[in-house]
């Protein structure tokens, strides 16, 4: 099977390559042909030839990137068995942003799954994870260490609540990341009955345009305007990360700092970045549904394509599943950290 899966897929500088099909899934360089598991920027980049992804995941690369992302665009269907080359290909739900998918490649009966990131926990703003059986899973391991076990959702978005509860004079400043976590976060609170606005930083406005746009429902969610700062007390405003520490916050009626990520779990991290109300919410899996997923797929070998690899290829082991790290480089959690590109937090003060 290694053999026949190294046919399949195999590691160039720009990342995993299928030489029967004679493309890229998710390149961290410019390439002829791209598969894109999601629109987050560590995996969809600008400047492919043609590039094949879900509808909603083409539509985000070109709020981010522009109309002229790449050449050619096509839409992935899910479930949608597609020839490429001398391989068959299906993307199915990765359940980890809008539009993610995991990409199935097939050969004489062999497939591998590339699942780029994913989660199993339930999202309101996308569709659910589905396991797609495979010889060779390809997985992520960005919270890959069995201390890494994500709370319930519900409970973290009630802690915010609450403490808006507890404060009704301070704003309430919560710091996530503008694809995907940000949504999640809006309509995690409106499950959980908070039904006033959802004040948003100026970074965060176009994708969740889209997101409504996509028929996610997320409530009235006007962009802040510099001059009603002061006044917005009791309010929850969501920003980019990067924004909870500068100036752009503080001129909020004394602030409380929220961060969701699932690196909240990590006391330090919280403190580090000076966050009063770490909301440990994550769009990755933690440690048992990685494990979980890949005992679902039934694969006899794993890769691990980033975060903390060795763990998870340890574990594999003592299942005996044969599993190696594929210490990519160019992926992370950390690449959502940054503001979209051409975007200036200074700017954004200076308009917002
Ligand atoms: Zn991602
Ligand atoms: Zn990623």
């Known amino acids: ?25 998710d390149p961290t360089r410019p390439v002829e042909r791209a598969l894109i598991t999601h629109g987050h920027a560590d995996h969809a980049r600008a400047g492919h ?6 509808p909603e995941t083409l539509r985000i690369m070109a709020v981010r990137y522009g109309e ?5 665009r096509q839409e992935a269907r899910l479930g949608e068995r597609m020839r490429i080359g001398d391989v068959t290909v299906f993307f199915a739900p990765a359940g980890h942003v809008l539009g993610s998918a995991q990409i199935a490649i097939e050969r004489d009966g062999k497939r591998i799954v590339v699942s780029g990131d994913y989660k199993r926990a339930p999202d309101p703003t996308c569709l659910p994870f589905e396991v797609v059986p495979c010889d060779v899973f390809i997985t992520e391991a960005t919270f890959g260490l069995p201390v ?4 319930d959702t519900r ?26 976590k940000a949504q999640r976060v809006m309509a995690l609170l409106r499950e959980e ?40 007390h009791g309010a929850i405003v969501l920003c980019p990360p990067s924004s909870i520490q500068d100036v752009w916050s503080r001129k909020f009626p004394d602030p409380v700092t929220a961060f969701a990520s ?39 070998e794993v890769w691990v394509t980033h975060g903390q690899e060795d ?42």
């Open 262 to 300: 699932g690196w909240m779990r990590v006391r330090a991290r919280a403190r580090q970045k000076g966050v009063e109300l770490p909301l440990v919410i994550s769009d990755h899996s933690d440690w048992p549904d990685l494990c979980r997923t890949i005992l679902d797929t039934g694969a006899e």
């Open 193 to 232: 009955g908070w039904d006033r606005p959802i004040h948003l930083h100026g970074a965060m406005e176009k994708l969740t345009e889209l997101y409504k746009r996509e028929g996610v429902p997320l409530g009235e969610t006007p962009k802040v305007v510099a001059a009603d700062r002061k006044s917005l």
């Open 148 to 151: 890494f076990r994500h709370p």
């Open 1 to 25: 099977m290694s053999q026949r899966a190294s046919d399949l897929l195999t590691l160039t500088r720009e990342g995993l390559y299928c030489p029967l099909g004679r493309f890229h899934v």
């Open 68 to 72: 002229d992302f790449c050449t050619t």
């Open 311 to 352: 763990a998870l290829v340890h574990w594999c082991g003592t299942r005996g599943i044969r599993a190696k790290p594929l210490h990519l480089l160019g992926y992370g959690d950390d690449g959502e950290a940054e503001p979209d590109p051409g975007h200036d937090p200074r700017m954004e003060e200076a308009s917002a």
């Open 155 to 180: 409970g973290e978005v009630r802690k915010l609540i609450d403490s808006v509860t507890l404060f009704p004079e301070r704003a309430h400043i919560v710091g996530a990341y503008a694809l995907g």
């Open 49 to 54: 030839g043609t590039v094949l992804a879900t």
